[in-house]
């Protein structure tokens, strides 16, 4: 049993009042954003720096975390994205040889307000009854009265656009300049392994900032488009969507994953949801509709394109894969262009490979449309 006699009291207050007490780890202070769970049992300093979670809350549903420290290669991006971490038990030391720090220290270095000692079996059943929401954690004033005015302070995620803030501030090359294949990089919040991936099957990156034009994209003739995952609301991303409307025009052989994948959706008239939790955890099961064959993949979103909505585009797209859960769309391919999107992460940065296949396919669509 994991003791926390030494540690301050921290509390944790759901926007529909529902309150939980427990101890403060990380940096200590006030946190609110949308309340989420992740069902992976490792991976979590991968989690905690995908641009994705950019002002979401983390509850952590694996019994242990930070047994095996932190080490900077396996981060995802710049910096730690959550706005704050909820777990069961946290352990201050950790026994991995490679790794640098304790989880306590680098959250703290990261500015993360935390709390532990939390029933969080209990909190995820209340999610997934009640819906994602937003919260509060507090290991400074913990008064019930401020902790609600926080709440009412703290925006929803619905109609929140946040890919903007996690962007690169100015286009960078990544890779090598005498590689095969010109990839042009759309950074909505791009994880790192996405670029490594691409890298590894002889692509030279150009990474763009969020709002950057086609026109500037297209100066650089790439071979191929990638737009990224990220964070947020894509029906509140106008300019995105402007965008990927271009794209679909470009004729350029097109990828996009997770907020890329329904940004392109958006843009050919189809619409995008709020789920009531989300999917995050690296055990998704889906089937790929072209193959038949299942897939075990990593994921994290809280918004998804609506069913229905892709029959009206049936003419020009097809589902390519399908939720073996809930049956919500997890991929769509257009029937006329060499364009193709998933909603999951075949970069499974933590993760199964199942899905990897999917930087192949891109590069093969890349090679036919040089050929």
């Given at each position: 049993m994991t003791t926390y006699s030494h540690r301050p009291k921290a509390v944790l207050m759901l926007e529909d009042g529902k309150k939980f007490e427990g101890y403060a780890i990380g940096f200590k202070g006030v946190s609110t954003g949308e309340i989420c769970f992740n069902t992976g049992m490792t991976g979590y300093q991968e989690i905690f720096t995908d641009p994705s979670y950019a002002g979401q809350i983390v509850t952590m549903t694996n019994a242990h975390i930070g047994n095996y420290g932190a080490r900077n290669v396996e981060n995802q991006s710049r910096k730690v994205q959550i706005a704050g971490l909820i777990v069961k038990n946290f352990s201050e030391f950790y026994s991995r040889v490679m790794a640098t720090e304790s989880l306590q220290d680098y959250l703290e270095r990261h500015g993360i307000v935390g709390i532990a000692g939390i029933d969080?079996?209990?909190l995820v059943r209340h999610i997934r009854s009640k819906g994602a929401m937003n919260c509060v954690i507090s290991s400074e004033e913990t008064d019930e009265d401020f902790l609600r005015k926080k709440l009412r302070e703290t925006p929803s995620m619905a109609g929140c656009e946040l890919a903007s803030g996690v962007s690169v501030d100015e286009p960078y090359f990544y890779g090598n300049e005498n590689a095969?294949?010109?990839v042009a990089v759309w950074d909505y919040g791009c994880k790192q392994n996405i670029l490594d991936s691409l890298v590894q099957r002889d692509c030279y990156l150009k990474?763009?900032?969020?709002?950057?034009?086609?026109?500037?994209i297209l100066e650089w003739?790439?071979?191929g488009i990638f737009l990224s995952n990220g964070p947020g609301d894509p029906a509140a991303m106008d300019y995105g969507i402007a965008t990927a409307r271009e794209v679909l025009k470009s004729g350029k052989p097109v990828f996009g994953i997770c907020l890329g994948h329904?940004?392109?959706?958006?843009?050919?008239?189809m619409q995008t949801e709020k789920l009531k939790y989300g999917h995050r955890g690296i055990n998704h099961p889906v089937i790929n509709k072209k193959t038949g064959l299942?897939?075990?993949?990593s994921q994290n979103h809280g918004f998804g394109v609506v069913k229905e909505s892709v029959m009206a585009c049936s003419d020009e797209v097809e589902v390519s894969h399908v939720n073996l859960n809930d049956g919500s769309i997890e991929g769509l391919s257009w029937?006329?262009?060499?364009?193709?999107?998933?909603?999951?992460?075949?970069?499974?940065s933590p993760g199964?490979?199942?899905?990897?296949?999917?930087?192949?396919d891109f590069v093969t669509l890349i090679k036919n449309s040089k050929g």
């Open positions: 969080t079996r209990a095969a294949y010109r990474i763009f900032p969020a709002k950057t034009g086609i026109s500037t003739n790439p071979d329904q940004l392109l959706a958006l843009a050919q008239g299942g897939e075990i993949t029937r006329h262009k060499p364009i193709f999107t998933v909603q999951y992460h075949p970069e499974s199964p490979f199942d899905s990897r296949y999917l930087f192949d």
